[in-house]
Nanobody, 126 residues
Framework: QVRLVESGGGSVQGGGSLTLSCAAF????????MGWFRRTAGEQREMVAC?????????AYAESMRGRFTMSKDNAKKTLSLQMHSLKPEDSGMYYC??????????????????WGQGTQVTVSS
């Protein structure tokens, strides 16, 4: 049974850093398409970054996130990570990892992902 469990969220002051983790259960992540998404205040769920089945990473096009977030994967630990630096109050929200069973590509559309974790809350104060 596929299960995704995020952790690492919390409260941080603006300019600070957090590293989120997603533990994956029930499938082989070495060839999996997985993504980090977030839902910030008043916004739809949006992609932060995605890793393809060949382990290349695609980052969101949103200028607001460029250069501050780094995604990585540890196949041995079956864990997906998201390092976030220079955090801003507008980065506050719920962060989710997701697994796409079938497309083999990094879609920015949440509807293309089959399984989701429960999310981890990030709060950035000014």
């Amino acid at each position: 049974q596929v299960r995704l469990v995020e952790s690492g969220g919390g409260s941080v002051q603006g300019g600070g850093s957090l590293t989120l983790s997603c533990a994956a259960f029930g499938f082989d992540i070495s060839k999996a398409v997985m993504g980090w998404f977030r839902r910030t205040a008043g916004e739809q769920r949006e992609m932060v970054a995605c890793i393809r089945d060949d382990s290349t990473i695609k980052y969101a096009y949103a200028e607001s996130m460029r250069g501050r977030f780094t995604m990585s994967k540890d196949n041995a630990k079956k864990t997906l990570s998201l390092q976030m630096h220079s955090l801003k109050p507008e980065d506050s929200g719920m962060y989710y990892c997701a697994y796409d069973h079938s497309t083999g590509t990094c879609s920015s559309s949440p509807s293309m992902y089959n399984d989701w974790g429960q999310g981890t809350q990030v709060t950035v104060s000014s």
